[in-house]
T-cell receptor, first 115, second 111 residues
Framework: AQTVTQSQPEMSVQEAETVTLSCTYD???????LFWYKQPPSRQMILVIR??????QNATENRFSVNFQKAAKSFSLKISDSQLGDAAMYFC????????????FGPGTRLSVLP | NAGVTQTPKFRVLKTGQSMTLLCAQD?????MYWYRQDPGMGLRLIHY???????AKGEVPDGYNVSRLKKQNFLLGLESAAPSQTSVYFC??????????FGSGTQLSVL
């Protein structure tokens, strides 16, 4: 079974600085998708960024980018020019291309942004 | 657009009571999911549906039942609530099975 690990339960960053959140996963499959979701205090789950495993180019969405290392099974999220509104729980998630509909989520990283 | 709507948003039950959580989506999505979120464990899939009239078990299905009688609705039932079912429950839907949209969650406490 696939597993997703986020080794940083909590992180903090100064406003306007850059922070990187780590995610590793375990799978024997070659085709899959990876995601980062943001959960602010409102509890709403918001998709931040998505990466297809077959794509070598790292996904980017405005201030958010990923470093996808397929061989190392690593999928880190970089937030540039951090803003107060970025403070939230961040979840890394994995979904197989070949099996079912189960998204496997990591335990999350709580990000604080310091003014 | 309402997106994915969950009702109720909060509920307190006594052990042994039953209840149903309702999820409604207005995006004509085929796929719908129920997750539970517990501290330090991320989200875990309870049940899911790939279309009207279909349901399937996820990672943690015990103690829960679901129904998808209409495409837009996905119901999660607890027949005999237990304290271990205290959690935040999320419903989600997606069109292709990818990048699901989530509801705002239901906080359930079982005393």
């Amino acid at each position: 079974a696939q597993t997703v690990t986020q080794s940083q339960p909590e992180m903090s960053v100064q406003e306007a600085e850059t922070v990187t959140l780590s995610c590793t996963y375990d799978t024997s499959e070659s085709d899959y998708y990876l995601f980062w979701y943001k959960q602010p205090p409102s509890r709403q789950m918001i998709l931040v960024i998505r990466q297809e495993a077959y794509k070598q180019q790292n996904a980017t969405e405005n201030r958010f980018s990923v470093n996808f290392q397929k061989a190392a099974k690593s999928f880190s999220l970089k937030i540039s020019d951090s803003q107060l509104g970025d403070a939230a729980m961040y979840f890394c998630a994995y979904r197989s291309e070949n099996y079912g509909q189960n998204f496997v989520f990591g335990p999350g990283t709580r990000l604080s942004v310091l003014p | 657009n309402a997106g994915v709507t969950q009702t109720p948003k909060f509920r307190v039950l006594k052990t042994g009571q039953s209840m149903t959580l309702l999820c409604a989506q207005d995006m004509n999505h085929e796929y719908m999911y129920w997750y539970r979120q517990d501290p330090g464990m991320g989200l875990r899939l309870i049940h899911y549906s790939v279309g009207e009239g279909t349901t399937a078990k996820g990672e943690v299905p015990d103690g829960y039942n679901v129904s998808r009688l209409k495409k837009q609705n996905f119901l999660l039932g607890l027949e005999s609530a237990a304290p271990s079912q205290t959690s935040v429950y999320f419903c989600a839907s997606s069109r292709t099975g990818n990048s699901p949209f989530f509801g705002s969650g239901t906080q359930l406490s079982v005393l």
